[in-house]
């Protein structure tokens, strides 16, 4: 198992990625850190892991645009677990809004939860990181929407181009530490940003031919998270069916 012994926050780990990467970093050893703003998620995808892998999950309620909340969720898990190996930046909120449609108001939320949110959790969690000299592992969820221009989504794409250069940023200042920061890009995963429902079959247009699933890129996360990537920091991969390398897919 790739992750024994170490110890996984997962962020937006209630629902669709996040909770598929939480399973896949249990799958491996590690123990997780199933974070969501929503209890009843959180709880359902610990109880989950903890029913296949026993004392390997633990469910917390975290706003993570809150300074306060990330510094008591990390705190809540070094009190459980004693270390934090590994961070995945996952949890993120979107506007679907022209520039002539959008309100400050959405605009400052989906922002300090997307990219502030993956801030402070990176910021706290490095901390703890660097006080143990841990050689720890980041891995923030970026977006095609962050590469290129939307027509429908305004903050989203603001928010997840941060993110994409926040990450080179991160890993730049943290080599020093032994800490290893990269970020992972999917393109329609599942089910849209903030909904439940999947997509149907046939909606998405890629190279690959079929729509993306959350475990495509938790098999990238726990790759990038674990010793097989030791010499990959400060990059982007591109899970996304190739809709980045044709320009009409």
């Not at 209890?39 to 903890?50: L, M």
């Not at 910021?123 to 990181?129: E, G």
């Not at 329609?188 to 998405?204: A, D, W």
Request: some cysteine; aromatic content about 4%; charged content about 20%.
């Amino acid at each position: 198992m790739r992750l024994q012994g170490k110890v996984a926050i997962v962020t937006g780990a209630g629902r669709n990625i996040g909770a598929e990467v939480a399973r896949q970093c249990a799958r491996e050893g590690a123990r997780v850190a199933v974070v969501d703003h929503h209890e009843g998620r959180a709880n359902a995808v610990a109880d989950e892991i903890n029913s296949q892998f026993p004392d390997h999950a633990l469910a917390l309620v975290c706003d993570v645009s809150s300074k306060d909340s990330v510094q008591a969720m990390v705190s809540r898990v070094l009190a459980a677990w004693g270390q934090v190996d590994i961070l995945v930046n996952n949890v993120a909120i979107t506007d679907r809004k022209t520039v002539l449609q959008l309100d400050v108001d959405e605009w400052n939320r989906v922002l300090a939860v997307t990219l502030t949110g993956t801030f402070l959790c990176s910021k706290y969690v490095a901390q703890a990181m660097v006080e143990r000299g841990t050689r720890g592992r980041i891995v923030n969820i970026a977006s095609t929407s962050g590469h290129r221009g939307r027509v429908n989504a305004t903050a989203y794409t603001a928010a997840k181009a941060g993110v994409l250069n926040f990450t080179r940023t991160l890993a730049a200042q943290l080599a020093p530490y032994g800490i290893r920061v990269n970020s992972v890009t999917p393109n329609k995963i599942g089910s849209p940003v903030g909904e439940e429902e999947e997509r149907k079959t046939g909606e998405v247009k890629n190279l690959i031919g079929r729509n993306g699933r959350p475990l495509d890129i938790a098999h990238a996360v726990v790759f990038m998270v674990s010793d097989e990537a030791d010499f990959i920091t400060g990059v982007d991969l591109l899970v996304d069916g190739g809709v980045l390398a044709a320009l009409d897919a």
